[in-house]
């Protein structure tokens, strides 16, 4: 499988991202914000994490204006499959390629541990190797991680299995880590090709840095 | 020619900084004085342009495109000619 990675000035987290998906076996190209068009071939895009534009006017406002753009809206519109993590999520809300918006975490704070998920849906190709209810744990590392979505658009994410994982605590309980709407630290758009989380699971590759969960997650990708 | 734009949250949208800075007003003494606090952004740019209403068209075609999230912010705008 053919993974395109995206890279803006101030994103940090490609390398991460090319490392997670070469050891599911994938070929990885990283691709410049500069350029015009994606890799003919990509079977997956990922616009990873970081701080594109040091998160200046609002993180993703000004990403979401680089030549590579016009190449992902086309990319997106023809049903291809793209995953946003973290800055890649707040990009894809400020391109309008996913419904509702990022504010800045309740507390103020830039919370960055692991923490544990429940899976709300899994019925697409991000999620299908997970059971609903799972819990997955996967690091977070945000300052804007706070979703925000109007109340119909909500009933919306809802009635059509766009809600994919929701914070919890330790006891599996769902918890509001950072004041998001129902809790919501992913969702997919209505056709189901586009994808978006706030935790990192390009970093729960390995035991020993506390989880693997991030691998059971990626895999989905591989099943076309 | 020069415009100055004020970005908030919209009404009905939690605004956390807000709400943190007039909790800390209320602790430094001025509860009694302070009834909301809202914070949000100016802009302020120099324009190239000789007509006012003109120049409010291309502003408030610079706050949708890119200065505002209209999903969850409101703008103002004023041009100072």
């Not at chain 1, 390398?15 to 070929?27: I, P, S, V, W």
């Not at chain 1, 350029?35 to 990873?48: A, F, G, K, R």
């Not at chain 1, 330790?170 to 978006?196: M, P, R």
């Amino acid at each position: 499988m053919n993974v395109s990675v995206l890279q803006f000035p101030g994103t940090n987290c490609e390398y991460d991202t090319q490392y997670a998906f070469e050891k599911l076996g994938c070929t990885v190209s990283i691709i410049w914000h500069k350029e015009t068009s994606l890799p003919s071939n990509t079977d997956l895009l990922v616009i990873p994490g970081g701080f594109s534009y040091g998160d200046y006017l609002r993180s993703g406002a000004i990403a979401r204006f680089a030549s590579i753009m016009d190449a992902v809206q086309e990319y997106a519109s023809k049903g291809g499959k793209i995953l946003g993590i973290c800055n890649g999520f707040q990009i894809l809300l400020e391109a309008g390629l996913l419904p509702g918006a990022m504010k800045r975490n309740d507390k103020l704070h830039f919370i960055s541990k692991i923490v544990p998920l429940k899976v709300v849906s899994n019925n697409n190709t991000f999620l299908q190797k997970l059971d609903v209810n799972e819990i997955v744990k996967i690091p977070v590392a945000h300052h804007d991680g706070n979703y925000y979505i109007d109340d119909a658009g909500l009933e919306d994410l809802i009635k059509n299995e766009q809600i994919l994982l929701r914070y919890c605590d330790e006891n599996s309980q769902e918890f509001n880590l950072n004041g998001a709407v129902s809790n919501i630290a992913g969702i997919c758009n209505k056709e189901k090709n586009i994808f978006a989380l706030m935790p990192h699971p390009e970093r729960a590759l390995e035991e020993i840095l506390g989880s693997l969960d991030g691998l059971k997650m990626l895999e989905g990708f591989l099943n076309k | 020619m020069k415009a100055i734009v004020n970005i908030g949250l919209k009404k009905g949208v939690l605004d956390d900084q807000g709400k943190a800075t007039h909790h800390a007003l209320d602790t430094l003494g001025f509860k009694d004085i302070v009834k909301d606090v809202r914070i949000g952004k100016q802009i302020i740019m120099e324009l190239n342009a000789s007509n006012e209403d003109d120049a409010k068209v291309e502003v408030t075609n610079m706050c949708e495109k890119l200065l505002a999230n209209t999903v969850i912010e409101d703008y103002s705008i004023q041009i100072i000619g």
